[in-house]
């Protein structure tokens, strides 16, 4: 998987403890420096499929009703102080709930990872949102989530030799 730092949601992105819904530390901007959004113009075709992927950097805990979502999103309109925070967004697709719970989930775990649907309404930008939810998460959770083009989806297969 080849990812581009420039569509990145959140790196290693804090998760505030209680209950709540939080946006990714960056959205995508898809406005052109022209000052036109070709989205709305032209029918520029489906392209080639994009895929989100949101991994646990490091173990999310939390007690017994933790919950965790993510949901990408989009908006016309971002807070202008804080450009991540969008608008009214719109859920575009979301993955599903993952109990944390006591025993927690595993540095590295892929909490989702989905292909990011064509026909969409999209507007201007796009951004992830965590939504905590049950009761409030543990120590110190963070989350990664990023765009691509593809997805790391390789078997691993056991070595089929011996070294003597």
């Known amino acids: 998987m080849i990812l581009d ?10 998760v505030a403890l209680p209950i709540g819904t939080y ?9 052109i420096a022209l000052g036109f959004n070709p989205n709305t ?3 520029l075709g489906n392209g080639e499929g994009l895929w989100l992927t949101i991994l646990a950097p490091v173990a999310i805990v939390g007690v017994a009703a933790s919950t965790l979502q993510a949901r990408l999103v989009t908006a016309a309109i971002a807070n202008g102080a ?13 993955g599903a709930v993952i109990p944390i719970g006591v025993v927690g989930i595993p540095a590295g775990t892929i909490l989702a990872q989905f292909r990011i649907p064509n026909g969409f309404n999209y507007q201007r930008f796009l951004g992830v949102e965590y939504l905590v939810a049950g009761a409030a998460l543990t120590g110190t959770p963070s989350v990664t989530a990023v765009l691509s083009k593809d997805i790391q ?5 056991a070595k089929n030799y011996v070294i003597s």
């Open 82 to 94: 804080t450009p991540n925070i969008l608008t009214a967004p719109v859920v575009i697709q979301s």
């Open 41 to 43: 113009l032209k029918d």
């Open 153 to 157: 989806n390789a078997p691993i297969y």
């Open 5 to 14: 730092a420039t569509n990145r949601f959140s790196d290693a992105q804090a």
């Open 23 to 31: 946006p990714s530390s960056d959205a995508v901007d898809t406005f």
